[in-house]
């Protein structure tokens, strides 16, 4: 069984400040991990995944497989980054995404 | 070009009646993934399709619920007989196929509500 854990459903942080949204799996095979956002009234959409170890406006994720972790990180947040962030998990021969509950991320000027 | 899109965006229904949501995905894509998101939860997987078949109804979570996908295009998910518990957004998500690199795209859902 897969399983995704988003440990806080709600992170307030002010502008400026450091940000990082906790994300945990269980999955027994060498899993793909992604990080999906959703803006106020827009639809979800996908921020980055591990396999391309890409930064996207600012944001960061490294897969730590010792400590199962997918966490997603930025040094500086910014105003315009509130917005629910959800990660999600593939794993091997399956299409469906296995999702997580989410973290609603304020940042407050 | 145009994303993902879902009728009708908002769907109030009566517990008992049965219900059809429909899924116009990006053309030219041949996967389409139906996903179910409740109340403060994550997005559920209920089925997904490539091309015109269903090689993954794992997540249909009773046979109350079907699918079905015609030309490659548009598909349309059929809850019969309603219960409260079926009330969530239902997103549809397409991508250019469904091998493992390729990224799904979402609609902006239905939201159903069953009184």
């Known amino acids: 069984a897969q399983r995704v854990t988003q440990p806080e459903k709600l992170l307030s942080v002010f502008k400026g400040a450091p940000v990082e949204l906790k994300c945990n799996y269980s999955?027994?095979?060498?899993?793909?991990l992604f990080w999906y956002v959703q803006y106020s009234r827009q639809r979800l959409q996908l921020l980055l995944r591990h396999i391309s170890r890409e930064s996207i406006k600012g944001f960061t994720a490294d897969l730590n497989k010792g400590e199962t972790s997918f966490h997603l990180k930025k040094p500086f947040a910014q105003e315009e980054d509130s917005a629910m962030y959800y990660c999600a998990l593939r794993g091997t021969g399956r299409r469906a995404l296995t999702f997580g509950s989410g973290t609603r991320l304020q940042v407050q000027p | 070009g145009a994303g993902v899109s879902q009728s009708p965006s908002n769907k109030v229904t009566e517990k008992g009646k049965d219900v059809e949501l429909r899924c116009d995905p990006i053309?030219?894509?041949?996967?389409l993934y139906w996903y179910r998101q409740r109340l403060g939860q994550g997005l559920e997987f209920l089925i997904y399709?490539?091309?015109?078949?269903?090689?993954?109804k794992s997540g249909l979570p009773s046979d109350r619920f079907s699918a079905e996908r015609t030309g490659e295009s548009v598909s349309t998910l059929t809850i019969q007989r309603t219960q409260q518990e079926d009330s969530a957004v239902y997103l549809c998500a397409s991508s250019l196929d469904s091998a493992r690199n390729y990224e799904q795209y979402f609609g902006p859902g239905t939201r159903l509500t069953v009184t």
């Open positions: 053309s030219g894509h041949t996967a």
């Open positions: 999955y027994s095979g060498s899993p793909e």
């Open positions: 399709f490539q091309g015109n078949s269903a090689p993954d």
